[in-house]
């Protein structure tokens, strides 16, 4: 049996040229937290996890890495099963009785999830290295080239209004088909301004997605909605409020003819599970990298694909793309930026990854995610 020996995080920030807004926060960094496991046979699994804080999420890998140590690192559902478990009450669980650690704290959950993800996606990346496969083809897919689109349009208060369009046409040049454009972070007539330029630049067949990170409350949505219907959007992203559930995105989805996509933010297949039944959704987002990991990912590609729902995981090509392979006909593909400018970690970070190139994700046929870590990079951005 192939046994996990120990279990490490390492928490990396790569500092912006200049900082950037969405319509909800504002950005200095490139951030991640790298997992490593190691087995007592001589393999090493990496995941990753993106949120913060980084130093709070790297503590809960570091305690959670320490309840799974000695256990089977290719039996990667009973790991996250156990790890789930105890962010629950449980029978015995007061004062741990039974020999586990107390219920974990409910005011750490999403740090918890994070924690749990990060390892669950190194286990992956072992389970591909122990079979000397890629991911992909443990899932069935294929080394077609997957889909992506380049995300853009961050604000910068001391640039033009209309400086996205340049950025997003310049995605198009590079051979991008589909661009997705950070929004919602002015008044709905200069959105409607910013959004109009970039369709200009884009030109009529290029795909363009709208994030809009939760800016609207019902009403105010129906109202942009209606506005930038003329420019043949893709779909709306994360359009509510973070507080407003299923029923509220239902009714949303009743006033626009604009396709709804969500879940990048959702912690688990449950709360997935309820957007992805009420109708309303078009597109699924979650993201292994934020909450959960792989195989919750995978849990909710299949839930998506038995209601009709398409995935469209958000970000992380060099892990999500082989779980798009999985699902050729359920699939929009996967989000990459387009330079360095946001994301100065992915062209850094890698000494081999999946490569974009012409608006495609090609993978290699690496075992496991097929991306090996430049630890010189590692050290450079510690955090």
Known sequence: MTRIASVKAYAVSAPLQHPLW?????????????????????????????????????????????????????????????????????????????????????????????????????????????????????????????????????????APLTACADELAGFVARGYQAVKLKTAGLTIAEEVQRIAATRSAIGPDTLLMLDMNAAYNLDDCIHFAHEVEPFNITWLEEPLHWHLQPADFVRLAHATNIPLAHGEREMTRFTARDFIDSGALRYMQFDATRFAGFTESLRVSYLAEQQGVIIAPHLVPEIHAHLVSAFPQRSFGVESHGGPERDPLWFELFKERAQVRDGRVHMNSLPGFGFEIDWAVVKKYAA
């Open 22 to 158: 969405t319509a909800h926060e504002l950005l200095h960094s490139s951030s991640v937290i790298l997992v490593e496991i190691q087995t007592d046979d001589g393999l090493t699994g990496i995941g990753q996890i993106h949120g913060a804080p980084l130093k709070v999420i790297c503590d809960w890998v570091e305690r959670l890495g320490a309840l799974v140590r000695g256990m089977d690192a290719l039996a990667q559902v009973v790991v996250w099963e156990h790890l789930f478990s105890l962010t629950s009450p449980r029978a015995l669980g007061m004062g741990g009785r039974d020999g586990l650690p107390p219920p974990l704290p409910r005011s750490d959950r999403p740090f918890i999830m994070a924690a749990i993800g990060g390892i669950d996606i190194a286990l992956w990346d072992i389970k591909g290295k122990a079979a000397g496969v890629p991911v992909w083809r443990l899932l069935g897919g294929s080394a077609d080239p997957v889909f992506t689109y380049a995300t853009g349009g961050y604000y910068d208060l001391n």
